[in-house]
Each structure stands twice: as C-alpha cells, then as structure tokens.
C-alpha cells in the first residue's frame, strides 16, 4: 500500500487490512441497496418501491403469484382426481381479485386442495 501523504511504500498492517474490508462491505451494501433489479423471470419479480424519508429505494420481492388458467386448474385437477369444477374455481378467485379473506392468494393448488375437503 502507498502513504497518503509521501506515497511512500509501506506493508499494510492487519488494522488496515480490517479498515479496509469494512469500507468494502460498506460500499457492497450501498451498492445493493441503490440496485434496481427487475427479474424477466415470473416467479422472482422484485420492485423498487420509494419510502417516505429514505435516500435509497427499498427493493421489495412480490410473493411471485400467478393466476392460472382454466388449463392449469383442470389438469391439476385430473391428477388429483378431485370433481371440482376448473371454471368454477377460476371465475370464483377471478371476481374475488385471487384474495383469500384479506390477503393475497400465495398458492392455488392449496385452494383447490382446500375446495376438495368441503366436497
């Protein structure tokens, strides 16, 4: 490493070393936090999302939900052998905004499962 001042040449000490390691995390850190990062990927789409107050934005990961098609629900069906209507299901959570009381739908093979037990 070279002095600040004389740019003489010197060995860095282990107090250095440490310094230095800090200010390179520190940087990292910053650098993560300023990335602005949008997956093409359905399932790990992620947001940036500005906070009151904050300098940097936060970057928020959706739950990665995708509503199926009347297809999906009826081939997960057939392999469950379950009698539940695919068109039934889908215009249901449909018109319901795939809420599930007050919360986002997360997985729609739960809700199906969930659909069997009441039949």
Not at 54 to 70: C, E, L
Not at 74 to 82: D, H, S, V
Request: hydrophobic share 30%; net charge positive.
């Amino acid at each position: 490493m070279k002095c600040p001042r004389c740019q003489a040449v010197f060995h860095a000490t282990e107090e250095q070393d440490s310094v230095d390691l800090k200010a390179r995390r520190k940087a990292d850190a910053k650098r993560q936090k300023e990335r602005y990062y949008r997956s093409s990927r359905e399932n790990s789409r992620e947001v940036k999302v500005a906070t009151k107050g904050s300098k940097a934005p936060h970057v928020r990961k959706s739950n990665g939900f995708r509503p199926p098609d009347y297809k999906e629900v009826r081939a997960y069906c057939e392999e469950r052998e379950n009698q539940i209507d695919p068109v039934q299901f889908v215009d249901f959570y449909a018109a319901k905004g795939w809420m599930v009381g007050k919360s986002k739908m997360k997985d729609w093979q739960a809700a199906v499962r969930t659909w069997e037990k009441r039949e």
